[in-house]
């Protein structure tokens, strides 16, 4: 035995809510200096284990089992950042208010200057460009990436000796991605215990000392990272782990050249003052998939919700069948609003809290196509269960689903318009291997099935833009580059999507720093 | 909201149209009235030869349209026109009564904002237990007694009882603040309602704020509680009371009526209660400016407190 | 712990809510005047009013006005304030926001009483005018209260999500946006209805709508206070029943509101 | 004048006057517009600083005939319509002495045909043009007509004499009354005192301070709190909540306030004199005056001026008589009969006594629908329109209450009673020099109102006013606006 103690413990864990256990029989230490991972598919329990070392349970849960949690403070990146991110407060004050107890030791002079400085580095060591201005900004002003970001920051800046990361990935491109796997795992050496909940198996891989494998709300398998990989035992592991794709297929060129059904041209986006994204000339063709790609922050979302007419503020035209768009969706009629649906990035927030799911999605039906409620209703349920949520899950109000439940019930509340163009904005992210390949199946059916369909794919991972016909680069606002899938990822032309493509290979390759 | 600085030079701009408005809106009133000031003057004496000389006198034979025109002109220069029942200039009247009206708002909104705001968030930190129960009861008791009832109460327990404090500002005239023992009990009157009134709207915002994600990570990173709720929660509950401080300022500077009359304070209410009962036109059309700046200014003040506290609140579709 | 709120502000509403609706019934003929402000005895249990009425008799008849005028003024109030607020909460035309808040404000400028007392002489409104009066100075209140607390509702993407699936706007700001500020509508829907009460009364006293010497709780109160040393029961009981109408009635409201949120 | 009766108190250890102190009168006030030119005057306020600063050549005594001021004599011609005023030696606070030509152009300031006074249509029966000084100290007056009861002008409300010239009074006005000017903060407080040169005897107080608060519970509790010594005009309910408990003295001025119901006797239904009468019958006098005065006055008898000189003592007390009275309306062919009485608050008791007055109508069979107007525009809306409405007098001589009301071309004619005969017995009135002869006139008058006339005098209310324990002096006898009415000169502080 070493002299090392654990930072936290769990032992024989079960959470049951309404006497369905969500978790059940979880055992977990976390060592200082190591990285404990939690990997397994949508609703297996990652956050809900996660939340037990930081004290927390939802509401009404019966909860048995040792829990040990941290002394002192426990840092947290929570799966849906934006939530954690008080809208009436600057980035500056909200972590200012963290800092501000890191530095009272010192002379009062200096406490300010202090403060300051540890801020930045944190937003720096959190990979946020142009820190200073950050401060500055409300969360709302911020991509999705960038919030997340932020949050991480706020771990950082507390020194605490342990962190739970949920999914601290999923809204990063690779480039940032790999910065941040840098960034934990120096954390990890200067002796925080740090508990990964992620599906990423590319940043488990890289990070963990110890992986857990859950299913269902048991632990399948646990090891070390590297014997894990090298020979699961379990099969759902196998499972989980042949979930990995490189972005091999990129599929084949569409036959013919199919009238377009999408046309943006000359696209520029601001926010208030500040052009963010400027798209000449974009065009999306029947049954295509165009995948954006880009890093965090590059204007993906923007674009995306252009075309939705969700961000008014742009200049340049958007032709549906040469006919052009309203900027906004209010003025959109029906058909057009049912044409162009868009799946938000943040599904929680996208959710009403009060009402369940199902009638949520059922209401796009009755809405968007009029159909009668018992018509929508059914196909509501059968579209979800074909995404993999139960009825069961789908009657419950949407805090009561885990982060990649949620996803999926946001594509499915799309889906029921029956859209033509159809915009998901990182819907995979939060999913592990299998349910995501399961998702980018069912999407890729849909295209097949209804030639009416196309899809704009907005992704920061390289292996899902390949399923796109074409790609679209974006860096920092400009469209830097489109064109076949392949083309795009075999030998790309601009010098940023070289730099992406080499970055994800490397990471893939699982070189741990 | 783009442009702030061009959002607020709308809104004042704006204020200046809202303020002709309510000028207008009152001296149409006014004139409709029964009665005008002659007759008001004649009191028990109405001899109607009397009503016309004084009319006469007044010129109060000319039409409206001109008496509304000439008045406005003179409000260009800055000058308020001249008292019907008097002929004082009626920036004398304003004059004298904004101090004493000043100074209990200004009292009254020091203590109120901390108490309410308090008692609000005191409530909502212990939603559902004593301190809630007792707080939310007792703001609605005291809200749904009457000013004059509380303020006689006070009156009564305070000063005739005790004889702690004096029972009205009698012949202080203007210069209260050198008998602040007599601003006491007028101040907790006028207190008594807003209190009530702003800490629930606090406490019902804040329940909210504090059930939050947002509030919970403040927690779990070990944020003082004090600071959780008024840096963090707060701000994110106040926009609603901001509203309600305004109006109740607005309602502070437009003469609180019943309290000067009750402690014998000659502010702005009494002056407006006068002019009317004198159907002194021009008095009542300047306080009419006066408050509808002032109300222009505290809504404008409002709602940027509202964009400071919800930044996120311009919808973007 | 909602539960025994609820019956403790149904116990504190149901006294006040039955003595008004039901009081009229049980009142007999008027018995002869006595002196005003007498204390209890010639069978007058709660002593007599300012013009030498029975006050218990008054207590009775005097409910159902208040609750009625009262009422129907906050209800109306919120009928016409809630979509102003929310329709300006949640359009993105700046000019047509204004055009609904600004004109408002034109009517907040104007104080209440004064407002009243104006409108009030000229035009010389029943009690359904008087209703409609007292509404009609609550409403820019209650339009920039309700706007407030909706713009940031209305700015999340749980809205936007809904313009996306094409939901009427009847759905959006009712059931969404309404829904999410409910609990600081209803802090002010409760103050409100007090408000509302003695504006009634005050306005009562000036001349308007009820009868200055109506049975009517508010009005008591307002006019028996002369002899509050004489005769204080002609103040306090209408006074209590005042209290115990929006103390009960917030409860109710406050713990069913707690109960809906709680699912 | 010390001996009619001035003394609060029955104290006789505080029998001897003090001197010194100052004391703090509460009026209701006409807030920020208001002027210390007596000419002006037209609240009690005003009547009450303007006595402080300034005299008439005659005031009313308690019963309401004129007693002599700076006025020292006054003789008629055998015409009665030329008067030798004499001027006793009095003078203004600067020092001047006080002369016939100060009197002449006071009452032509006051008569100013551009002006607007309130004295001006009292003292129309002068010919300013005509009357001139005598002498020094000597006025004499020419008339346009005989007046018996010329010195009830003199005494007419708001008639002061100021020294030539005055214009400007609230700067430093001066006067010859009892104190001199210090301070005034219109709509706040006026500060004044003693003048020590004063005719009648310096007053006892070193200083007055007049105080507006227009709430009579701020009164109240200002005077309970010791912030005042004086208020003047409390509730009935206030003051039997306070009387006799000790702390505070009730002072009730008997027969201040008339309260009727006014009948335009020239409109239907009231053009019958029957259902004038049935209404007469109607009343319930007690009850009305303790329900709407809540007992703080005295029933009435159809009849001005009870107490009053001249007045009609010996007419039997109506008495409520439903019986009757429906038997009178159905002779007029008024059964079922629905009339609409005016009220406002504008005075105190005037809702409360319509809302009594209605319920006895009921019983008469008759509905009176009440309806409550402005109270700002009340004297001067129920002057002509309407049928029935709530009135009320302040205390006034019988004769200016006759020639103000009840003669044809009366400005003031609320009950529109035009009758010649009336008129020609008011002439005679005026006309007859013996007093005994002139009573008689006033009698036969009287019984014609009492019988037929169009108000419905119910009651006379108390006008009360409270002191602080230690203010003595204050006359109980005086009805408000009579020379001991808010007369601070003799009062003073034990
Ligand atoms: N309301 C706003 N005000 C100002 N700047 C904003 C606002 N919203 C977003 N931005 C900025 O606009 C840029 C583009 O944002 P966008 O959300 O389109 O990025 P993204 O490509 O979707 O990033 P991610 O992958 O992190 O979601 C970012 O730099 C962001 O900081
Ligand atoms: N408050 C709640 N009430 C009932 N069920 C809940 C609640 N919260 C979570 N669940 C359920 O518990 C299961 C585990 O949830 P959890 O959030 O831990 O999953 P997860 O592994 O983090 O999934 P994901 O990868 O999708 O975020 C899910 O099926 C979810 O529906
Ligand atoms: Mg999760
Ligand atoms: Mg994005």
């Given at each position: 035995?070493?002299?090392?103690?654990?930072v936290a413990?769990?032992?024989?864990?079960?959470?049951?809510?309404?006497?369905?256990?969500?978790?059940?029989?979880?055992?977990?230490?976390?060592?200082?200096?190591?990285?404990?991972?939690?990997?397994?598919?949508?609703?297996?329990?990652?956050t809900?284990?996660?939340?037990?070392?930081?004290?927390?349970?939802?509401?009404?849960a019966?909860?048995?089992?040792?829990?040990?949690a941290?002394?002192?403070?426990?840092?947290?990146?929570?799966?849906?950042?934006?939530?954690?991110?008080?809208?009436?407060?600057?980035?500056g004050?909200?972590?200012?208010?963290?800092?501000?107890?890191?530095?009272?030791?010192?002379?009062?002079?200096?406490?300010?200057?202090?403060?300051?400085?540890r801020?930045?580095?944190a937003?720096?060591?959190?990979?946020?460009?142009?820190?200073a201005?950050?401060?500055?900004?409300?969360p709302?002003?911020?991509?999705?990436?960038?919030?997340?970001?932020?949050?991480?920051?706020?771990?950082?800046?507390?020194?605490?000796?342990?962190?739970?990361?949920?999914?601290?990935?999923?809204g990063?491109?690779?480039?940032?991605?790999?910065?941040?796997?840098?960034?934990?795992?120096?954390?990890?050496?200067?002796?925080?215990?740090?508990?990964?909940?992620?599906?990423?198996?590319?940043?488990?891989?890289?990070?963990?000392?110890?992986?857990?494998?859950?299913?269902?709300?048991?632990?399948?398998?646990?090891?070390?990272?590297?014997?894990?990989?090298?020979?699961?035992?379990?099969?759902?592991?196998r499972?989980?782990?042949?979930?990995?794709t490189?972005?091999?297929?990129?599929?084949?060129?569409?036959?013919?050249?199919?009238?377009?059904?999408?046309?943006?041209?000359?696209?520029?986006?601001?926010?208030?003052?500040?052009?963010?994204?400027?798209?000449?000339?974009?065009?999306?063709?029947?049954?295509?998939?165009?995948?954006?790609?880009?890093r965090?922050?590059?204007?993906?979302?923007?674009?995306?919700?252009?075309?939705?007419?969700?961000?008014?503020?742009?200049?340049?035209?958007?032709?549906?069948?040469?006919?052009?768009?309203?900027?906004?969706?209010?003025?959109?009629?029906?058909?057009?609003?049912?044409?162009?649906?868009?799946?938000?990035?943040?599904?929680?927030?996208?959710?009403?809290?009060?009402?369940?799911?199902?009638?949520?999605?059922?209401?796009?039906?009755?809405?968007?196509?009029?159909?009668?409620?018992?018509?929508?209703?059914?196909?509501?349920?059968?579209?979800?269960?074909?995404l993999?949520?139960?009825?069961?899950?789908?009657?419950?109000?949407?805090?009561?689903?885990?982060?990649?439940?949620?996803?999926?019930?946001a594509?499915?509340?799309?889906?029921?318009?029956?859209?033509?163009?159809?915009i998901?904005?990182?819907?995979?992210?939060?999913?592990?291997?299998?349910?995501?390949?399961?998702?980018?199946?069912?999407?890729?059916?849909?295209?097949?099935?209804?030639?009416?369909?196309?899809?704009?794919?907005?992704?920061?991972?390289?292996?899902?833009?390949?399923?796109?016909?074409?790609?679209?680069?974006?860096?920092?606002?400009?469209?830097?580059?489109?064109?076949?899938?392949?083309?795009?990822?075999?030998?790309?032309?601009?010098?940023?999507?070289?730099?992406?493509?080499?970055?994800s290979?490397?990471?893939?390759?699982?070189?741990?720093p | 909201?783009?442009?702030?600085?061009s959002?607020?030079?709308?809104?004042?701009?704006?204020?200046?149209?809202?303020?002709?408005?309510?000028?207008?809106?009152?001296?149409?009133?006014?004139?409709?009235?029964?009665?005008?000031?002659?007759?008001?003057?004649?009191?028990?004496?109405?001899?109607p030869?009397?009503i016309?000389?004084?009319?006469?006198?007044?010129?109060?034979?000319?039409?409206?349209?001109?008496r509304?025109?000439?008045?406005?002109?003179?409000?260009?220069?800055?000058?308020?026109g001249?008292?019907l029942?008097?002929?004082?200039?009626?920036?004398?009247y304003?004059?004298?009564?904004?101090?004493?009206?000043?100074?209990?708002?200004?009292?009254?909104?020091?203590?109120?904002?901390?108490?309410?705001?308090?008692?609000?968030?005191?409530?909502?930190?212990?939603?559902?237990?004593?301190?809630?129960?007792?707080?939310?009861?007792?703001?609605?008791?005291?809200?749904?007694?009457?000013?004059?009832?509380?303020?006689?109460?006070?009156?009564?327990?305070f000063?005739?009882?005790?004889?702690?404090?004096?029972?009205?500002?009698?012949?202080?005239?203007t210069?209260?603040?050198?008998?602040?023992?007599?601003?006491?009990?007028?101040?907790?009157?006028?207190?008594?309602?807003?209190?009530?009134?702003?800490?629930?709207?606090?406490?019902?915002?804040?329940?909210?704020a504090?059930?939050?994600?947002?509030?919970?990570?403040?927690?779990?990173?070990?944020?003082?509680?004090?600071?959780?709720?008024?840096?963090?929660?707060?701000?994110?509950?106040?926009?609603?009371?901001?509203?309600?401080?305004?109006?109740?300022?607005?309602?502070?500077?437009?003469?609180?009526?019943?309290?000067?009359?009750?402690?014998?304070?000659p502010?702005?209410?009494?002056?407006?209660?006068?002019?009317?009962?004198?159907r002194?036109?021009?008095?009542?059309?300047?306080?009419?400016?006066?408050?509808?700046?002032?109300?222009v200014?505290?809504?404008?003040?409002?709602?940027?407190?509202?964009?400071?506290?919800?930044?996120?609140?311009?919808?973007?579709? | 712990?909602?539960?025994?709120?609820?019956?403790?502000?149904?116990?504190?509403?149901?006294v006040?809510?039955?003595?008004?609706?039901?009081?009229?019934?049980?009142?007999?003929?008027?018995?002869?005047?006595?002196?005003?402000f007498?204390l209890?005895?010639?069978?007058?249990?709660?002593?007599?009013?300012?013009?030498?009425?029975?006050?218990?008799?008054?207590?009775?008849?005097?409910?159902?006005?208040?609750?009625?005028?009262?009422?129907?003024?906050?209800?109306?109030?919120?009928?016409?304030a809630?979509?102003?607020?929310?329709?300006?909460?949640?359009?993105?035309?700046?000019?047509?926001?204004?055009?609904?808040?600004?004109?408002?404000?034109?009517?907040?400028?104007?104080?209440?009483?004064?407002?009243?007392?104006?409108?009030?002489?000229?035009?010389?409104?029943?009690?359904?005018?008087?209703?409609?009066?007292?509404?009609?100075?609550?409403?820019?209140?209650?339009?920039?209260?309700?706007?407030?607390?909706?713009a940031?509702?209305?700015?999340?993407?749980?809205?936007?999500?809904?313009?996306?699936?094409?939901?009427?706007?009847?759905?959006m700001?009712?059931?969404?946006?309404g829904?999410?500020v409910?609990?600081?509508?209803?802090?002010?829907?409760?103050v409100?209805?007090?408000?509302?009460?003695?504006?009634?009364?005050?306005?009562?006293?000036?001349?308007?709508?009820?009868?200055?010497?109506?049975?009517?709780?508010?009005?008591?109160?307002d006019?028996?206070?002369t002899?509050?040393?004489?005769?204080?029961?002609?103040?306090?009981?209408p006074?209590?029943?005042?209290?115990?109408?929006?103390?009960?009635?917030?409860?109710?409201f406050?713990?069913?509101?707690?109960?809906?949120?709680?699912? | 004048?010390?001996?009619?009766?001035?003394?609060?108190?029955?104290a006789?250890?505080?029998?001897?006057?003090?001197?010194g102190?100052?004391?703090?009168?509460?009026?209701?006030?006409?807030?920020?517009?208001?002027?210390?030119?007596?000419?002006?005057?037209?609240?009690?306020?005003?009547?009450?600083?303007?006595?402080?600063?300034?005299d008439?050549?005659?005031?009313?005594?308690?019963?309401?005939?004129?007693?002599p001021?700076?006025?020292?004599?006054?003789?008629?011609?055998a015409?009665?319509?030329?008067?030798?005023?004499?001027?006793?030696?009095?003078?203004?606070?600067?020092g001047?002495?006080?002369?016939?030509?100060?009197?002449?152009?006071?009452?032509?300031?006051?008569?100013?045909?551009?002006?607007?006074?309130?004295?001006?249509?009292?003292?129309?029966?002068?010919d300013?043009?005509?009357?001139?000084a005598?002498?020094?100290?000597?006025?004499?007056?020419?008339?346009?007509?005989?007046?018996?009861?010329?010195?009830?002008?003199?005494?007419?409300?708001?008639?002061?004499?100021?020294?030539?010239?005055?214009?400007?009074?609230?700067?430093?006005?001066?006067?010859?009354?009892?104190?001199?000017?210090?301070?005034?903060?219109?709509?706040?407080?006026?500060?004044?005192?003693?003048?020590?040169?004063?005719?009648?005897?310096?007053?006892?107080?070193?200083e007055?301070?007049?105080?507006?608060?227009n709430?009579?519970?701020?009164?109240?509790?200002?005077?309970?709190?010791?912030?005042?010594?004086?208020?003047h005009?409390?509730?009935?309910?206030?003051?039997?909540?306070?009387?006799?408990?000790?702390?505070?003295?009730?002072?009730?001025?008997?027969?201040?306030?008339?309260?009727?119901?006014?009948?335009k006797?020239?409109?239907?239904?009231?053009?019958?004199?029957?259902?004038?009468?049935?209404?007469?019958?109607?009343?319930?006098?007690?009850?009305?005056?303790?329900?709407?005065?809540?007992?703080?006055?005295?029933?009435?008898?159809?009849?001005?001026?009870?107490?009053?000189?001249?007045?009609?003592?010996?007419?039997?007390?109506?008495?409520?008589d439903?019986?009757?009275?429906?038997?009178?309306?159905k002779?007029?062919?008024?059964?079922?009969?629905?009339?609409?009485?005016?009220?406002?608050?504008?005075?105190?008791?005037?809702?409360?006594?319509?809302?009594?007055?209605?319920?006895?109508?009921?019983?008469?069979?008759?509905?009176?629908?009440?309806?409550?107007?402005s109270?700002?525009?009340?004297?001067?809306?129920?002057?002509?329109s309407?049928?029935?409405?709530?009135?009320?007098?302040?205390?006034?001589?019988?004769?200016?209450?006759?020639?103000?009301?009840?003669?044809t071309?009366?400005?003031?004619?609320?009950?529109?009673?035009?009758?010649?005969?009336?008129?020609?017995?008011?002439?005679?009135?005026?006309?007859?020099?013996?007093?005994?002869?002139?009573?008689?006139?006033?009698?036969?008058?009287?019984?014609?109102?009492?019988?037929?006339?169009?108000?419905?005098?119910?009651?006379?209310?108390?006008?009360?006013?409270?002191?602080?324990?230690?203010?003595?002096?204050?006359?109980?006898?005086?009805?408000?606006?009579?020379?001991?009415?808010?007369?601070?000169?003799?009062?003073?502080?034990?």
């Open positions: 035995m070493t002299a090392v103690t654990e413990e769990i032992k024989d864990l079960r959470v049951e809510i309404e006497s369905r256990a969500i978790v059940d029989g979880v055992s977990l230490r976390v060592l200082p200096g190591k990285v404990t991972a939690l990997v397994g598919a949508s609703g297996s329990g990652k809900t284990t996660g939340l037990a070392l930081l004290g927390e349970y939802p509401a009404g019966r909860v048995s089992g040792d829990v040990r941290p002394d002192g403070l426990v840092g947290y990146v929570p799966q849906h950042p934006a939530s954690v991110l008080n809208p009436a407060r600057r980035i004050a909200l972590l200012g208010d963290i800092a501000r107890y890191q530095v009272r030791g010192l002379p009062r002079a200096r406490r300010r200057e202090a403060a300051r400085e801020i930045l580095r937003l720096s060591l959190a990979q946020l460009p142009d820190p201005a950050m401060l500055r900004r409300y709302h002003q911020l991509s999705g990436g960038q919030q997340q970001r932020v949050v991480l920051a706020q771990a950082l800046l507390l020194g605490a000796r342990a962190v739970v990361a949920d999914e601290p990935t999923t990063q491109d690779v480039l940032t991605k790999r910065r941040i796997v840098d960034q934990l795992a120096a954390v990890a050496r200067q002796g925080i215990g740090i508990v990964l909940l992620s599906h990423d198996l590319e940043v488990v891989r890289t990070l963990a000392d110890e992986v857990l494998v859950m299913r269902g709300g048991r632990v399948v398998e646990s090891g070390p990272a590297e014997r894990l990989w090298l020979a699961p035992r379990h099969p759902w592991t499972e989980l782990l042949a979930g990995q490189q972005f091999s297929a990129g599929a084949p060129a569409l036959q013919g050249r199919p009238r377009p059904v999408l046309h943006v041209r000359g696209l520029t986006a601001r926010h208030s003052r500040t052009t963010v994204l400027r798209a000449p000339e974009l065009t999306l063709r029947a049954g295509e998939c165009l995948a954006v790609v880009g965090s922050g590059s204007g993906k979302t923007t674009l995306g919700r252009c075309l939705a007419g969700l961000h008014r503020d742009h200049d340049g035209e958007i032709l549906l069948d040469g006919a052009p768009l309203p900027r906004s969706l209010r003025d959109r009629t029906r058909d057009q609003l049912a044409a162009v649906q868009y799946v938000f990035q943040d599904a929680k927030a996208a959710f009403d809290e009060h009402r369940p799911v199902l009638d949520q999605v059922a209401r796009t039906a009755i809405r968007l196509r009029r159909t009668t409620q018992g018509e929508a209703m059914a196909e509501a349920a059968s579209t979800l269960t074909t993999g949520l139960t009825d069961d899950l789908a009657r419950r109000s949407p805090h009561r689903l885990s982060g990649g439940e949620l996803q999926r019930a594509l499915a509340r799309a889906l029921l318009a029956r859209p033509r163009v159809l998901c904005d990182e819907i995979t992210s939060g999913l592990d291997s299998v349910t995501r390949r399961g998702i980018l199946d069912t999407l890729t059916g849909l295209l097949r099935d209804r030639h009416d369909l196309s899809l704009v794919l907005i992704t920061h991972d390289l292996d899902t833009a390949a399923l796109g016909d074409r790609i679209a680069v974006l860096d920092a606002g400009e469209l830097v580059e489109q064109g076949q899938a392949r083309e795009v990822l075999t030998s790309p032309r601009h010098p940023f999507t070289v730099s992406l493509v080499e970055t290979v490397r990471l893939a390759a699982g070189t741990r | 909201m783009r442009g702030l600085r959002w607020v030079a709308r809104r004042l701009l704006l204020g200046v149209a809202q303020t002709a408005a309510v000028v207008l809106l009152v001296f149409v009133l006014t004139e409709a009235l029964p009665g005008d000031a002659a007759v008001a003057l004649a009191g028990d004496q109405p001899d030869e009397r016309a000389a004084i009319r006469e006198a007044m010129d109060l034979d000319r039409p409206a349209h001109e509304l025109a000439d008045w406005a002109a003179g409000l260009l220069h800055g000058d308020f001249t008292s029942a008097s002929g004082r200039p009626v920036s004398t304003i004059a004298d009564g904004f101090g004493p009206t000043l100074l209990l708002a200004a009292l009254t909104v020091a203590l109120l904002v901390p108490v309410g705001v308090g008692l609000g968030v005191l409530a909502a930190r212990h939603e559902g237990r004593l301190a809630d129960r007792i707080v939310s009861s007792m703001t609605l008791g005291v809200y749904a007694v009457p000013e004059f009832a509380f303020g006689v109460l006070l009156i009564t327990v000063a005739l009882r005790l004889g702690w404090l004096p029972p009205t500002a009698v012949g202080y005239g210069d209260l603040l050198a008998h602040p023992a007599a601003l006491v009990l007028p101040v907790l009157v006028l207190l008594s309602r807003p209190v009530c009134s702003l800490a629930r709207l606090v406490r019902a915002g804040m329940i909210d504090l059930a939050s994600p947002y509030v919970a990570q403040a927690r779990r990173y070990g944020i003082p509680g004090a600071r959780i709720r008024y840096a963090h929660a707060l701000p994110n509950a106040i926009t609603p009371a901001a509203q309600q401080l305004a109006r109740t300022i607005d309602w502070l500077l437009c003469g609180v009526i019943v309290v000067e009359a009750l402690y014998v304070i502010g702005l209410g009494t002056v407006l209660m006068n002019a009317v009962a004198e002194d036109v021009p008095v009542v059309q300047g306080l009419a400016v006066v408050f509808a700046v002032t109300t200014v505290l809504n404008l003040g409002a709602d940027l407190v509202a964009h400071r506290f919800a930044p996120r609140a311009g919808v973007a579709a | 712990m909602p539960r025994s709120r609820l019956t403790l502000g149904a116990v504190i509403v149901g006040p809510l039955v003595l008004a609706l039901l009081g009229p019934l049980f009142v007999g003929e008027p018995g002869p005047r006595a002196a005003s007498t209890g005895g010639g069978g007058h249990w709660l002593g007599t009013d300012f013009i030498g009425r029975d006050v218990w008799r008054q207590v009775l008849l005097g409910g159902r006005s208040v609750v009625l005028v009262a009422l129907a003024a906050t209800a109306l109030a919120y009928v016409v809630l979509p102003l607020g929310l329709i300006a909460a949640l359009t993105h035309r700046t000019w047509l926001e204004e055009l609904l808040m600004r004109p408002l404000d034109v009517l907040l400028a104007v104080p209440s009483l004064l407002m009243i007392l104006l409108v009030a002489s000229v035009f010389s409104p029943g009690a359904a005018g008087l209703a409609l009066l007292v509404a009609l100075v609550n409403i820019p209140d209650a339009a920039r209260i309700v706007r407030a607390a909706a940031e509702a209305a700015s999340r993407p749980a809205v936007e999500a809904l313009r996306m699936q094409g939901e009427s706007w009847w759905r700001a009712v059931g969404y946006v829904r999410s409910g609990r600081t509508l209803a802090a002010d829907a409760g409100r209805l007090t408000g509302v009460l003695y504006l009634v009364s005050t306005a009562a006293f000036l001349g308007v709508g009820v009868a200055p010497d109506a049975a009517d709780w508010a009005v008591m109160v006019r028996n206070r002899g509050l040393f004489v005769q204080p029961w002609a103040v306090v009981v006074a209590l029943l005042i209290v115990a109408l929006t103390m009960g009635g917030n409860l109710l406050d713990a069913v509101l707690e109960k809906r949120n709680r699912t | 004048a010390d001996s009619s009766g001035t003394s609060a108190d029955t006789q250890a505080d029998a001897k006057p003090k001197r102190g100052r004391l703090r009168a509460a009026f209701a006030g006409g807030g920020a517009s208001e002027t210390l030119d007596p000419h002006l005057s037209n609240l009690f306020a005003d009547a009450a600083r303007a006595k402080a600063l300034f008439k050549l005659a005031d009313y005594g308690p019963d309401l005939s004129a007693q001021r700076l006025a020292s004599a006054w003789e008629p011609n015409g009665l319509d030329r008067w030798k005023v004499s001027l006793r030696k009095a003078e203004f606070h600067d001047r002495p006080v002369t016939a030509d100060d009197v002449l152009y006071s009452y032509r300031r006051i008569a100013d045909p551009e002006k607007t006074f309130r004295a001006k249509a009292s003292l129309e029966p002068i300013l043009k005509a009357s001139r005598l002498d020094e100290r000597t006025v004499e007056f020419v008339l346009k007509r005989p007046t018996a009861e010329f010195p009830n002008v003199l005494a007419a409300f708001g008639a002061y004499i100021v020294p030539e010239g005055a214009e400007e009074f609230d700067k430093k006005p001066v006067g010859s009354g009892p104190f001199r000017f210090v301070s005034f903060a219109p709509g706040k407080s006026a500060v004044f005192k003693r003048n020590d040169a004063y005719w009648d005897g310096a007053p006892y107080l070193d007055l301070e007049f105080i507006v608060a709430e009579e519970s701020a009164r109240v509790n200002a005077l309970l709190g010791g912030q005042l010594e004086y208020a005009e409390l509730n009935p309910a206030t003051a039997r909540a306070h009387e006799g408990k000790g702390q505070i003295q009730i002072v009730r001025l008997r027969n201040s306030a008339m309260q009727a119901f006014a009948m006797t020239d409109r239907p239904p009231f053009d019958d004199k029957r259902v004038r009468e049935a209404f007469f019958l109607i009343a319930d006098r007690k009850e009305l005056v303790d329900g709407a005065l809540s007992g703080a006055g005295e029933i009435g008898n159809d009849l001005f001026g009870k107490g009053y000189e001249y007045y009609a003592g010996g007419l039997p007390q109506r008495e409520q439903l019986d009757r009275a429906r038997k009178l309306l002779e007029a062919g008024a059964e079922k009969l629905k009339v609409t009485l005016d009220t406002s608050p504008v005075a105190a008791g005037f809702t409360e006594a319509a809302a009594i007055f209605r319920d006895q109508a009921a019983k008469a069979g008759v509905t009176v629908e009440i309806r409550t107007g109270k700002d525009s009340y004297w001067a809306d129920i002057l002509d309407g049928t029935l409405c709530c009135y009320r007098s302040g205390a006034m001589p019988i004769e200016s209450h006759i020639s103000q009301r009840l003669l071309d009366s400005t003031t004619n609320a009950t529109h009673w035009r009758h010649k005969d009336f008129d020609a017995l008011y002439q005679q009135a005026q006309s007859t020099k013996d007093k005994q002869d002139r009573a008689a006139v006033y009698e036969r008058m009287q019984r014609r109102l009492y019988a037929e006339g169009g108000f419905l005098v119910w009651g006379f209310a108390d006008w009360i006013i409270g002191t602080a324990r230690g203010v003595r002096g204050v006359a109980e006898k005086a009805p408000a606006n009579s020379l001991d009415w808010a007369r601070f000169d003799k009062v003073w502080l034990a």
